[in-house]
């Protein structure tokens, strides 16, 4: 019996110190990416920067294909979990909404994000799967701002307005990449939300 429980105590921070390791590399991923692109970011890159031998990052991403887009995944559901949290009980400011979600092409997220686009416009091995990520972040975003929005997607012209919503706030998110954008982005905020209101009721 004592043997089992040994094995057990053993077993659990293994388990642990495998999640940690794996979390810090996927930190590290979208760090690297967003400083450095591409080019300039390698599993050896990352896994210096995690703390960790370059042999365990390949444990956990047996490519450099697997860590990036892992890495994009990862921040992007954390993104998705935390703007849901920013609103616990549904929003009752439509403007508020509209600043979050334009928030989110702003951070080293997006710029991590971008960096990984680009590289998979030129890499064939990386195309199909940053195209498939990028399709399943797009429509938990969607959905997200449909729900936060209280948009009813069965009137008219509801969807193409919250879609036009999200691709403004990447637009803003790549001109914010070369100049702070701040003053121009609270304007089109302070827009996007009045017409809003006006199509969504």
């Not at 399943?136 to 307005?161: F, K, M, S, W």
């Amino acid at each position: 019996m004592g043997g089992v429980n040994t094995v057990e105590r053993e077993r659990v921070p293994k388990q642990d110190r495998s999640r940690a390791t794996r979390q810090r590399l996927l930190q590290a991923a979208v760090a690297c990416l967003a400083d450095h692109g591409w080019a300039g970011s390698t599993v050896l890159v990352v896994a210096e920067r995690a703390g960790v031998s370059r042999g365990a990052a390949q444990h956990h991403f047996p490519t450099r294909e697997d860590l990036f887009t892992a890495a994009v995944e990862y921040v992007a559901e954390e993104r998705s979990t935390a703007l849901r949290a920013l609103f616990p009980h549904g929003a009752a400011d439509r403007r508020a909404v509209v600043a979050a979600l334009v928030d989110l092409y702003t951070g080293p997220l997006f710029r991590a994000a971008l960096h990984l686009w680009v590289a998979a416009s030129n890499e064939e091995q990386l195309r199909p799967r940053v195209t498939e990520l990028e399709a399943r972040v797009g429509r938990e975003t969607h959905r997200i701002a449909v729900d936060l929005l209280r948009a009813d997607e069965r009137r008219p012209g509801v969807r193409e307005t919250v879609q036009g919503l999200l691709d403004m706030a990447r637009g803003l998110g790549l001109a914010n990449l070369l100049t702070d954008d701040a003053a121009r982005r609270e304007r089109v905020v302070a827009q996007w939300a009045a017409l809003l209101e006006e199509t969504l009721g």
